[in-house]
């Protein structure tokens, strides 16, 4: 006997729907399937078909098997993954099964590395890069043949490489739009596609604009940082003043304006004479452990990435001996040439004398003038840099030297007790912008917008400076806020933000989305009862992403809500239509047995119309329009009464007739204090005449 999971009647093997309510009986969805916004990457081999026609087949095998090597290389050196080889055409995705939050832009340098390579070899490539969502099987496994991803953007990606230029990468217009401010482009002509009913406008894709990782400075003011620069800049001149060496960390997510801080400070140091060495930890790409360090090194050293080892070595060990004298620069020049991955075979004895080499060159360089250090994106940098950074802290004092790191929370994660108990150590936490400066920023982006249209896209942005950009930009550009619709940048940062999640939080997260804005413990056990829920919770409040309410709606019960609305919104998005209604009819079902009749009438309706249960959503959208009307909550009533009207079965005009007479009399009761426009039963509206002598109240 097959039961049903939603009200457990038995019904005969082999049934795919209940005979009791009608409900799906199989598991709707395979477990590990999510909608996701991913990047398509087609690269494809000109003329090998005709070339193997000529070619005996090992000497095929031979020119293939190198091509795939390589093209997978660099799909997995940017994050990406191979989901398919056909013929000799290779298919790669970006953005699952994991997101990063730059994804196409990591498609976008995988492919133009590819033409590289091929173009350097002699191979001819059509390569493209799409951007869409898609639905994933996360427990897909390409390499046994099954298919990870489904959707149009797969068959336009195609589509796309097909219509590519020999030699050229062709991307989509989302993927140009999340990357534009890190690669150069040049329009192609807009494409007549098979299957699209519309030319499909694409972009040639030239080269990177910015390093690996490294977001594009805007011209957006910078609106809301006052105090956090003050603390900054008044750092800084007591380094400058007192000799004394400082640590900073600022801490923040993707967006904040951690990076436009440190600009903001930097440029306030060099104007006033002080020195500015910047090094970064980047998500793919790093040439050696100590990268961002190494980085200042070499600024300090004049070191070019294209110098060959011999040079390079003279360079620093001449540099070392200019700012420590030549003695030092004997001692220490081949340790600083290990840190910089110059090939120097004989290293350091041990660690604590390859750091105490680096630190030589830092304090020799302060003591040639105050120096601000700046460390950026150190939640990417390897175990061994954090190591050495932590060195600095504690080791190095009475010099003029300001430590300047940015991180997400994320590095609080791996490294919770980060710089602990060091004195010359602080951490300043950038918070969302205040509503006020929120709005502020958007009007400025917005210049020729109503005030409300700014205050509408400060409120979805929630203090995030990026966001706001992104969104003002979208906004000027397609009409984001009309269509409901966030731009691919910000649900990609949002998306990589979830999937830094342990699997089980992630999952508890996404549950809680089909719930609102506020949820309860009780719904997420409906929905998977957990014996571990309270530490996942509790993990996920200190994370910052929910937050328990003081008071809760619900007897007894837990309350939650979500900390940032976007969050909610991306979570959400990830799941398939038939995992969306079997978790909104299990909340459902939580609703009506934890709140007193006609105290949740709404949002029951919402919920069992989202499962697909039209019916009860009609029961419940009916009880709570005349709810709504007996309370004189007219306006209400109306809107209410037009959404049942469009759940009614088209033969049941008896209903319809009802609700139709009750959305009348809620319009005369309206009446008596304005007009308005109703909604109709359909799409329509109906503005009401004025009630005859004979129906007015007496």
């Known amino acids: 006997m097959a039961t049903c999971p939603q009200c457990g009647h038995d019904n005969p093997e082999g049934a795919k729907f209940c005979m009791e309510c009608g409900g799906l009986l199989a598991p709707s969805q395979r477990a590990g399937e999510e909608r996701r916004l991913v990047s398509v990457l087609f690269v494809d081999l000109v003329g090998s078909t005709a070339r193997a026609e000529q070619l005996d087949p090992e000497d095929v095998a031979a020119l293939l098997t190198p091509y795939y090597e390589h093209v997978r290389g660099e799909l997995e050196r940017f994050g990406g993954a191979v989901e398919k080889f056909v013929g000799d055409a290779v298919m790669g995705i970006f953005g699952a099964p994991t ?11 995988a492919a133009l590395a590819v033409r590289d390579w091929a173009e350097a070899d002699g191979l001819e490539v059509r390569i493209a890069v799409n951007t869409g969502e898609a639905l994933v099987d996360l427990e897909a496994r390409p390499s046994h043949g099954e298919a990870m991803i489904t959707g149009d953007v797969v068959n336009t990606a195609s589509r796309l490489q097909g219509a590519a230029p020999v030699g050229a990468v062709l991307v989509g217009e989302e993927t140009y739009v999340a990357t534009r401010t890190a690669i150069e482009y040049r329009p192609a002509q807009p494409l007549t596609l098979k299957g699209k009913q519309h030319p499909v406008h694409a972009w040639l894709a030239l080269h990177p604009t910015t390093a690996a990782g490294e977001r594009a400075v805007t011209g957006a003011p910078l609106v809301g940082r006052e105090r956090e620069l003050g603390l900054l800049t008044g750092t800084w001149e007591r380094v400058a003043d007192e000799s004394r060496a400082q640590f900073v960390t600022v801490f923040g997510p993707s967006g904040i304006g951690k990076t436009r801080l440190s600009l903001e400070l930097s440029q306030f140091v060099a104007d006033g004479g002080g020195r500015v060495i910047r090094g970064r930890s980047t998500p793919y790409g790093a040439s050696t452990p100590y990268s961002a360090f190494a980085q200042q090194v070499k600024q300090i050293a004049r ?16 540099s070392v001996a200019a700012l420590a004298g030549p003695a030092a620069a004997e001692e220490h020049a081949p340790h600083l040439a290990t840190l910089l991955g110059l090939g120097n075979e004989d290293g350091a004895v041990d660690r604590e004398t390859l750091f105490f080499s680096a630190r030589v060159l830092v304090e020799s360089l302060a003591l040639q003038g105050p120096t601000l250090l700046l460390y950026e994106d150190i939640h990417w940098a390897d175990e061994s840099l954090l190591d050495l950074l932590e060195t600095f802290a504690g080791r190095v004092h009475d010099v003029p030297v300001f430590f300047v790191a940015l991180a997400r929370p994320e590095l609080l994660t791996s490294r919770p007790a980060w710089c602990g108990g060091v004195s010359s150590y602080a951490a300043l936490m950038l918070d969302p912008l205040t509503r006020e400066a929120g709005r502020e920023l958007a009007g400025r982006l917005l210049a020729n917008a109503p005030d409300e ?8 942005a929630e203090g995030n400076p990026l966001f706001i950009e992104e969104l003002s930009a979208s906004l000027a550009e397609r009409s984001t806020a009309e269509t409901g619709r966030l731009p691919t940048s910000v649900q990609a940062i949002v998306a990589a933000r979830l999937d830094a999640l342990p699997p089980d939080e992630r999952r508890v997260l996404v549950d809680a989305s089909v719930v609102g804005r ?8 409906e929905i998977a009862p957990r014996d571990d829920l309270s530490r996942i919770l509790g993990s996920l409040e200190a994370r910052d992403l929910i937050r328990r309410e003081a008071v809760s709606r619900i007897s007894g019960d837990q309350q939650f809500g979500f900390k940032h609305g976007l969050i909610h919104d991306v979570a959400y998005g990830t799941l398939p239509r038939a995992a969306r209604r079997e978790r909104h009819a299990a909340v459902a079902r939580f609703l009506a047995a934890a709140m007193a009749v006609g105290q949740a009438h709404e949002a ?30 007219q306006e209400r009533a109306l809107k209410l009464y037009g959404e049942a009207l469009q759940l009614v079965p088209e033969d049941d005009n008896a209903r319809k007739k009802g609700l139709r007479m009750r959305q009348m009399v809620a319009v005369q009761a309206l ?12 799409s329509g509206a109906v503005r009401p005449d004025p009630p005859s002598a004979e129906s007015r109240p007496a």
């Open 453 to 460: 249209r700014a205050a509408a896209v400060a409120e979805t």
């Open 518 to 525: 506020v949820f309860w413990r009780g719904a997420l056990n």
């Open 604 to 633: 029951l309706a919402h919920h069992w119309r989202e499962a697909g249960e039209n019916e009860r959503a009609l029961d419940e959208l009916e009880a709570a329009a005349d709810q709504a009307a007996r309370g004189w909550a």
């Open 671 to 682: 009446w008596h204090l304005n007009t308005v426009d109703v909604p109709g039963p359909s």
């Open 303 to 318: 070191i070019f990435d294209s110098d060959e080892a011999g040079p390079a070595y003279e360079k620093l060990s001449a």
């Open 99 to 109: 997101a990063y939050g730059d994804d196409p832009e990591r498609a976008v340098r």
